[in-house]
Structure formats: structure tokens, C-alpha cells
Nanobody, 119 residues
Framework: QVQLVESGGGLVQPGGSLRLSCAAS????????MAWYRQAPGKGRELVAA???????NYADSVKGRFTISRDNAKNTVYLQMNSLKPEDTAVYYC?????????????WGQGTLVTVSS
């Protein structure tokens, strides 16, 4: 089993910054894509940013230029640096990873960390 544990959420004022971390642990053979999703109150879960093992990245249009995703493959950890935060960024942020089990990649989710952007 592989587990993901997020940290770094909290309350921040508009225009502020936060850095989320997500560490994978357990029976890790290989992790392909690691990603951050978020779910705002009353809305569905949406992709925020993703990063492949080779470093290629993908961002939602709403966060481009403000958020940066990165990963440390040696530590099996993914980060999300969030700058110029807006009230509409308020959501529970979930970490997601595809890890190799046998000959297939399976998806695992973290428990989520709450980010609140408010004055």
C-alpha cells in the first residue's frame, strides 16, 4: 500500500502565499504522475497542476503564472507553491499519484488539506 500525506494548508490573506507538500510512503516501486486537485465548497473536484516523473508540468488556466508544482523524486514528494492567492482559490487541496503495482499504475489520493484565502 502507498499512502499520501499532505501538509501546508491554512488561512492566508488575499495576495499571500502558501506552500503545500505531499509525501508518499509505503510500498513504492515507481511513481509516474503526481498532481494536485482541489474542491471548493459546492463544486466538483478539479485538476490544479500535475507533474510527470521526468518533470513536465500541466496547469489549470486559473492558476497559471501564480502556482508552481515541483517534485523531489528521491523523497517521493510533490510540492505546490501558491502565490498571489485569491479568495476563489479557497478549497480542499488533494494530492494524487499514480504508482506502479505489478504491471499497472494505480491511483492513490491523500486526505486533503484546507486552504482558506480570506481577509
Amino acid at each position: 500500500q502507498v499512502q499520501l500525506v499532505e501538509s501546508g494548508g491554512g488561512l492566508v490573506q488575499p495576495g499571500g502565499s502558501l506552500r503545500l507538500s505531499c509525501a508518499a510512503s509505503g510500498r513504492i516501486v515507481s511513481i509516474n504522475v503526481m498532481a494536485w486537485y482541489r474542491q471548493a465548497p459546492g463544486k466538483g473536484r478539479e485538476l490544479v497542476a500535475a507533474i510527470a516523473s521526468g518533470g513536465s508540468t500541466n496547469y489549470a488556466d486559473s492558476v497559471k503564472g501564480r502556482f508552481t508544482i515541483s517534485r523531489d523524486n528521491a523523497k517521493n514528494t510533490v510540492y505546490l507553491q501558491m502565490n498571489s492567492l485569491k479568495p476563489e482559490d479557497t478549497a480542499v487541496y488533494y494530492c494524487n499519484a499514480d504508482h506502479l503495482v505489478g504491471f499497472q499504475y494505480l491511483e492513490v489520493w491523500g486526505q486533503g488539506t484546507l486552504v482558506t484565502v480570506s481577509s
